[in-house]
C-alpha cells in the first residue's frame, strides 16, 4: 500500500513564499509521476504542477513563473517551492502519485494566503 504524507501548508500573507513536502513510502515498482493539485472551498479541484520522472514539468498558468515543483528519485519526494502568493493561492493542496499506473492522493494541506 502507497501511502502519501504531506508537509508545509500553512498562513501567510500575500507575497510571501511556502515550500510544500510530499513523501510516498510503501511498494512501489516504478513512480510515473508526481504533482500537486489544489481545491478552493465551492471550486473544482485543479491541477497545479506536475513533473515525471524524467524531470518534465507542466505548469497551470496561474502559477507559472511563481511555483516550482521539484523531486528527490531517491527519496520518492516531491515538492512545490511556492512565492509570490496571492490570496487566490488559498485552497487545500493535495499530492498525487502515479507509481505502476495507479494513482494516489495525500490527505490534502491547507495554504492560507492573507491580503
Known amino acids: 500500500q502507497v501511502q502519501l504524507v504531506e508537509s508545509g501548508g500553512g498562513l501567510v500573507q500575500a507575497g510571501g513564499s511556502l515550500r510544500l513536502s510530499c513523501a510516498a513510502s510503501g511498494s512501489m515498482y516504478s513512480v510515473n509521476v508526481m504533482g500537486w493539485y489544489r481545491q478552493a472551498p465551492g471550486k473544482q479541484r485543479e491541477l497545479v504542477a506536475t513533473i515525471t520522472g524524467g524531470g518534465s514539468r507542466n505548469y497551470a498558468e496561474s502559477v507559472k513563473g511563481r511555483f516550482t515543483i521539484s523531486r528527490d528519485n531517491a527519496k520518492n519526494t516531491v515538492y512545490l517551492q511556492m512565492d509570490s502568493l496571492k490570496p487566490e493561492d488559498t485552497a487545500v493542496y493535495y499530492c498525487?502519485?502515479?507509481?505502476?499506473?495507479?494513482?494516489?492522493w495525500g490527505q490534502g494541506t491547507q495554504v492560507t494566503v492573507s491580503s
Open positions: 498525487r502519485l502515479v507509481a505502476d499506473f495507479v494513482g494516489y
